[in-house]
């Protein structure tokens, strides 16, 4: 069962990181689209659908899983490494990044311009490298 809890778990992973590597990227567009306009109104129903079907439920599987997969782990480990409890920083920081996203989808929602393009093409390398540091630590475990 636990190789199967994992197998979910890296899924749902992939997922929500699709989402939340997409999402800015249609921040970008959204940014320079004109209050009210036919791109301003679909990039609204892009990032929304994006969140409610994509994002949040994989985040969801992703969390759940994963506390399924701590309560299976060996306790003398976790105990002993320093690398899980640094994965799990990293991770209250992605569940960070992911509210933010949220935020800035509903102020966009709102005719707001939150932030500029250039913000939001920098902002979107955040999860990719969260992602390669937290793949570090998960697979090579260097503390």
């Given at each position: 069962?636990?190789?199967?809890?994992?197998?979910?778990?890296?899924?749902?992973?992939?997922?929500?990181?699709?989402?939340?590597?997409?999402?800015?990227?249609?921040?970008?567009?959204?940014?320079?689209?004109?209050?009210?306009?036919?791109?301003?109104?679909?990039?609204?129903?892009?990032?929304?659908?994006?969140?409610k079907i994509i994002?949040?439920?994989?985040?969801?599987?992703?969390?759940?899983?994963?506390?399924?997969?701590?309560?299976?782990?060996?306790?003398?480990?976790?105990?002993?490494?320093?690398?899980?409890?640094?994965?799990?920083?990293?991770?209250?920081?992605?569940?960070?990044?992911?509210?933010?996203?949220?935020?800035?989808?509903?102020?966009?929602?709102?005719?707001?311009?939150?932030?500029?393009?250039?913000?939001?093409?920098?902002?979107?390398?955040?999860?990719?490298?969260?992602?390669?540091?937290?793949?570090?630590?998960?697979?090579?475990?260097?503390?």
């Amino acid at each position: 069962m636990y190789e199967w809890l994992k197998a979910i778990h890296i899924s749902f992973v992939i997922f929500w990181m699709a989402g939340l590597l997409y999402l800015p990227r249609l921040y970008v567009y959204h940014s320079n689209s004109i209050k009210g306009g036919e791109l301003d109104l679909k990039m609204i129903e892009a990032e929304r659908n994006l969140i409610k079907i994509i994002i949040t439920p994989a985040m969801v599987i992703t969390l759940i899983s994963g506390i399924l997969l701590l309560i299976n782990y060996n306790l003398e480990i976790l105990q002993s490494s320093f690398w899980l409890p640094l994965k799990l920083l990293l991770l209250l920081l992605l569940f960070g990044y992911n509210g933010y996203l949220t935020k800035q989808r509903k102020l966009f929602a709102l005719g707001e311009r939150p932030k500029s393009e250039k913000f939001f093409r920098l902002i979107n390398e955040i999860p990719a490298l969260m992602t390669i540091f937290i793949v570090i630590l998960v697979v090579v475990k260097p503390f």
